[in-house]
Nanobody, 128 residues
Framework: QAQLSESGGGSVQPGGSLRLACVAS????????LGWFRQAPGKEREGVAA???????HYQDSAKGRFSVSQDKAKNTWYLDLNSLKPEDTGMYYC??????????????????????WGQGTQVTVSS
């Protein structure tokens, strides 16, 4: 059974930083498209960053220059570094896996419907 588990969320002041981690188990993730999503209260879940199986990084416009996605293959862990955080970054952050062979266009578009395995989420709160 594929499982993803996030950690690293917390409360920070504007301008602060956090590192989120996503640990994967029960699945071969060599060719997965791993996405990070955010859901603010009352809003739809949106993709903020992704790392594809070729090692290319993709970012939502609001995340460019501030967020960074990476992977430690030996630990089967992905990271999302959040820097220069703003109040509008507040929300529940999820990692999710998309199979590019089955759902290629949805993976690239960071369409949540293409991501079949999800973690439970970790809360990020940015406020002064």
């Amino acid at each position: 059974q594929a499982q993803l588990s996030e950690s690293g969320g917390g409360s920070v002041q504007p301008g602060g930083s956090l590192r989120l981690a996503c640990v994967a188990s029960g699945y071969t993730y060599d060719t997965v498209y791993l996405g990070w999503f955010r859901q603010a209260p009352g809003k739809e879940r949106e993709g903020v960053a992704a790392l594809d199986s070729d090692g290319d990084r993709h970012y939502q416009d609001s995340a460019k220059g501030r967020f960074s996605v990476s992977q430690d293959k030996a630990k089967n862990t992905w990271y999302l570094d959040l820097n220069s955080l703003k109040p509008e970054d507040t929300g529940m952050y999820y990692c999710a896996a998309c199979n590019p062979f089955l759902w290629g266009p949805r993976c690239v578009a960071m369409d949540p419907s293409g991501f079949r395995f999800w973690g439970q989420g970790t809360q990020v709160t940015v406020s002064s």
